[in-house]
């Protein structure tokens, strides 16, 4: 039986992967939601943090100091998310994954995972809205990465990887309070190219 972060990390990257292979090579330097990537430099961070989470799901450590060029370095990077995506389900799956404190975070291994499934749902957003692709998160994760975003937020802004909350009316959808919640406004758009 799997547990409920593998099974939600299924839905994740089942809905991220279209929009990664959406993604043309002519738009690897446009802007994107997350002002410090551009879309090639945020693929990486994402084909990153997908590699370094199957260690972590195993209570091992990540490096997170740098970032390698895996978009850079691989003809098919595509694939290679495909293929990544598939090992970090696997290693969330395993027995016990979620049990304990993770040595390379010192947290609870749930709220690692929770990290990894947010960061798989957020980051095909920001892609998708980067490239002007069509994007639906995995519905059923939204409940879990609202509940586990507003207890982590605090600390993910004095971190700096959350910027301050944006503002979004009473009776926002989940998904846009999840975006908010990060810092991101669920409106952005790229500027219009002239």
Same mark, same amino acid.
């Given at each position: &039986?799997?547990?409920?972060?593998?099974g =939600? =990390?299924?839905?994740?990257?089942?809905?991220?992967?279209?929009?990664?292979?959406?993604?043309?090579?002519?738009?690897?330097?446009?802007?994107?939601?997350?002002?410090e990537?551009? %879309?090639?430099?945020?693929?990486?961070?994402?084909?990153?943090? %997908?590699?370094?989470f199957q260690?972590l799901?195993?209570?091992g450590?990540?490096?997170?100091?740098?970032?390698?060029?895996?978009?850079g370095?691989s003809?098919?990077?595509?694939?290679?998310?495909?293929?990544?995506?598939?090992? =970090?389900?696997?290693?969330?799956?395993?027995?016990?994954?979620?049990?304990?404190?993770?040595?390379? &975070?010192g !947290?609870?291994?749930?709220?690692?995972?929770? &990290?990894?499934?947010g960061?798989?749902?957020?980051?095909?957003?920001?892609?998708?809205?980067?490239?002007?692709?069509?994007?639906?998160?995995?519905?059923?994760s939204?409940?879990?990465?609202?509940?586990?975003?507003?207890? !982590?937020?605090?600390?993910?802004?004095? &971190?700096?990887?959350?910027?301050?909350?944006?503002?979004?009316?009473?009776?926002?959808s989940?998904?846009?309070?999840?975006l908010?919640?990060?810092?991101?406004?669920?409106?952005?758009?790229?500027? %219009?190219?002239?």
């Amino acid at each position: &039986m799997t547990n409920e972060i593998s099974g =939600l =990390l299924v839905g994740a990257a089942r809905e991220a992967r279209p929009v990664v292979h959406g993604v043309r090579e002519d738009q690897l330097s446009d802007p994107t939601p997350c002002s410090e990537y551009d %879309v090639k430099a945020l693929l990486n961070h994402l084909l990153h943090v %997908v590699v370094s989470f199957q260690a972590l799901a195993a209570k091992g450590t990540a490096d997170f100091a740098t970032t390698p060029d895996r978009v850079g370095e691989s003809s098919d990077w595509r694939a290679l998310f495909d293929d990544e995506t598939e090992r =970090l389900v696997t290693a969330w799956s395993a027995p016990g994954a979620l049990e304990g404190t993770s040595q390379g &975070m010192g !947290l609870p291994q749930t709220t690692v995972g929770g &990290m990894v499934l947010g960061d798989l749902t957020v980051h095909a957003w920001d892609l998708a809205r980067a490239t002007g692709q069509d994007f639906t998160p995995y519905e059923p994760s939204l409940p879990t990465l609202v509940e586990g975003w507003r207890q !982590l937020a605090p600390t993910g802004r004095k &971190m700096g990887v959350f910027g301050e909350p944006f503002p979004v009316p009473e009776g926002a959808s989940p998904f846009d309070e999840l975006l908010a919640l990060s810092g991101r406004d669920p409106g952005w758009r790229p500027a %219009v190219k002239h």
